[in-house]
């Protein structure tokens, strides 16, 4: 019951991004800092959005592979490295996108009970134009969803997330519907 909305899940580590002016915080949803790691990604999320927000994504590297821009995993997995020069090197070789699917809050206003429709717009606001930052698809036709399980295998996507539109943030429970390939 309910209309449900339908995003891609793409291939990468799930993050939560904390922005307050200057400060920039990527966090694994375990709580690791991951700034250290992207560089490159801290200085593209102090431009690209907005100046006081918390959004949940995916952070990727897309690559050139076999002629087709794909999200490639091995790139991405390389750039949690100990060496701080090689962090450095790879940042420039395999740069880091942001992919946000949700915000959890926008300026002073905590949107975590808000309904996904609501968190959504704030998302889109808080997302600025350019090349490292992105908001993930989202439509409301399954044949769609089910279209983009077809169209983006191979390049990077994890899966299809069904949402409530009128559905609340509830962290750490499963109350979105994940369809996979297998």
Known sequence: AGVWSFEPKWDGFRAVVFRDGDEVVIQSRSGKDLGRYFPDLISALREQLAGRC????EVVVPRQIAGRTRLDWDSLSQRIH???SRVHMLAEQTPAHFIGFDALAAGDRALMAEPFRVRREALVDAV???PWCHVTRVTEDPKVGAAWLD????????GVIAKRLD???LPGRREM???KHA
Not at 54 to 57: A, E, I, N, T
Not at 151 to 158: H, R, V
Request: glycine share 24%; net charge negative; proline share 8%.
């Open 54 to 57: 918390v959004l949940d994504g």
């Open 82 to 84: 100990p060496a701080q």
């Open 128 to 130: 600025g134009a350019g």
């Open 151 to 158: 169209t983006f295998e191979g390049a990077g996507l994890d």
């Open 167 to 169: 559905g609340p943030y």
């Open 177 to 179: 519907v994940k369809v």
